[in-house]
């Protein structure tokens, strides 16, 4: 598995500075491998748990990956929304097996089209803005988020050089999830609910 940046592992990890302690004669113990946080089967509806690659645990936001240094740009060829009942699920399918980066951050005003400066037609009270980096659209289109779920719209709000951003619509800002997924490509955002149950 490729090494993960810093910042991501830290995060998913939930490291803290640990408080100074008395100094002991006692050698240290090896450090074990840290595990990556499987998803119980009940939330793999959509995914194959072997391509699986990473998974960020619920967090508040936001989230970032830089994407690798010198790395080609690659096409989005698809965006899909699921509703799994605890969560709704948004996954971003690229089309090259370079993984892009991406920065995921709760938005305090509605989204504007970049292309117009207009409001950007995404339903929703809250949002949540997706930019994917070193990627170009591969002409997907914004899917309708299925009835039930807390997402309320997905829209492609900006493209740029080698940059998309895309928001999600909400009707309660909640924690959020990260699974990357291989065979192929994948960028999988979970959003919850305030509220709802979930590992």
């Keep these: 598995m490729r090494a993960l940046p810093l910042f991501l592992l830290a995060a998913a990890l939930g490291c803290e500075a640990a408080p100074d302690q008395e100094a002991s004669s006692e050698a240290p113990a090896a450090a074990s491998e840290p595990e990556v946080p499987r998803l119980q089967s009940d939330e793999l509806t959509g995914l194959e748990e072997q391509n699986v690659a990473f998974t960020l645990p619920w967090v508040g936001g936001p989230v970032n990956r830089e994407p690798t240094p010198g790395a080609r740009v690659v096409a989005l060829e698809g965006v899909e929304a699921l509703f799994e009942g605890a969560f709704d699920r948004v996954i971003y399918t690229f089309a090259d097996s370079v993984f892009p980066g991406y920065n995921l951050e709760w938005m305090h005003a509605p989204p504007l089209d970049c292309r117009t400066q207009e409001p950007a037609q995404v339903a929703g009270?809250?949002?949540l803005?997706?930019?994917?980096?070193?990627?170009?659209?591969g002409g997907a289109?914004?899917?309708?988020?299925?009835?039930?779920?807390?997402?309320?719209?997905?829209?492609?709000?900006?493209?740029?050089?080698?940059?998309?951003?895309?928001?999600?619509?909400?009707?309660?800002?909640?924690?959020?999830?990260v699974?990357?997924?291989?065979?192929?490509?994948?960028?999988?955002?979970?959003?919850?609910?305030?509220?709802?149950g979930g590992s």
């Design 125 to 127: 009270t809250h949002f």
């Design 179 to 196: 699974v990357e997924m291989r065979n192929p490509q994948r960028l999988v955002v979970d959003l919850r609910r305030p509220g709802a």
């Design 141 to 177: 289109s914004a899917p309708t988020p299925g009835e039930g779920g807390n997402l309320q719209g997905v829209a492609l709000t900006c493209v740029g050089d080698g940059e998309l951003e895309w928001h999600l619509g909400v009707a309660e800002s909640g924690e959020l999830r």
């Design 129 to 137: 803005r997706l930019r994917l980096l070193s990627v170009s659209d």
